[in-house]
């Protein structure tokens, strides 16, 4: 069982756009910085967005990330078929366990 | 660039300790800038943070694995290490070590910019 929740997926069609929420707490969202990960299948996690809307450099911005409250949304426009992946999202948990957290992960799949 | 590429037996015995090493390329773990960090992740499951180490020394670890957990890191070496202990089944995963990136301004920011391709490590007697 994840801190964070995530849809198991989501769809879309080649050029539409999709959103993938992502829920926690006050300890950990609610006071804390968002990331957002991208993991291609079979390769290790790229890091898409840091503090809650940051792109590092390469990363398009067709990406973006933004964050309400106690939850964080990781919002993809222009689907491209190489966008299907699976995507999490990661923050600090400040409560008494003071950790690292992510979300369960969402499977985007490009219809 | 800096790459992180992790070593170790890929194949444990249970009750035995699990024993990693990431080695850091193009950059150095003494920077004072970031905090190496462990991540596994199960076999068709998600990502479960393990823990991270400063270049001084200093830890933190997931609380559900810190009775069993230890990250040391060597700077002569340009490498940091993961133990686990009494190592089971279900410590069965792919591992990746990451560079992570810890620091509180008015909030908390915690997030790995770069990471290892990642070692399966199975379980099994």
């Known amino acids: 069982q994840s801190v964070l929740t995530q849809p198991p997926s989501v769809s879309a069609a080649p050029g539409q756009k999709v959103t993938i929420s992502c829920s926690g707490s006050?300890?950990?969202?609610?006071?804390?910085?968002v990331s957002w990960y991208q993991q291609l299948p079979g390769t290790a996690p790229k890091l898409l967005i840091y503090e809650n809307n940051k792109r590092p450099s390469g990363i398009p911005d067709r990406f973006s990330g933004s964050k309400s409250g106690t939850s964080a949304t990781l919002g993809i426009t222009g689907l491209q078929t190489g966008d299907e992946a699976d995507y999490y999202c990661?923050?600090?948990?400040?409560?008494?366990?003071?950790?690292?957290?992510f979300g369960g992960g969402t499977k985007l799949t490009v219809l | 660039q800096v790459q992180l590429q992790e070593s170790g037996p890929g194949l444990v015995k249970p009750s035995e300790t699990l024993s990693l090493t990431c080695t850091v390329s193009?950059?150095?773990?003494?920077?004072?800038?970031?905090?190496w960090s462990w991540i596994r992740q199960p076999p068709g499951k998600g990502l479960e943070w393990i823990g991270y180490?400063?270049?001084?020394?200093?830890?933190n670890y997931n609380p559900s694995l810190k009775s069993r957990v230890t990250i040391s890191v060597d700077t002569s070496k340009n490498q940091f290490s993961l133990k686990l202990s009494s190592v089971t089944a279900a410590d069965t995963a792919v591992y990746y070590c990451?560079?992570?990136?810890?620091?509180?301004?008015?909030?908390?920011?915690?997030?790995?910019?770069?990471w290892g391709k990642g070692t399966t490590v199975t379980v099994s007697s």
């Open positions: 180490i400063y270049y001084s020394g200093s830890t």
């Open positions: 990451a560079r992570g990136n810890w620091n509180y301004v008015y909030y908390y920011y915690y997030y790995m910019d770069v």
């Open positions: 006050s300890s950990n969202i609610g006071n804390n910085y």
């Open positions: 193009g950059g150095s773990v003494s920077s004072g800038s970031y905090y």
């Open positions: 990661g923050t600090w948990d400040s409560s008494l366990s003071a950790a690292g957290v």
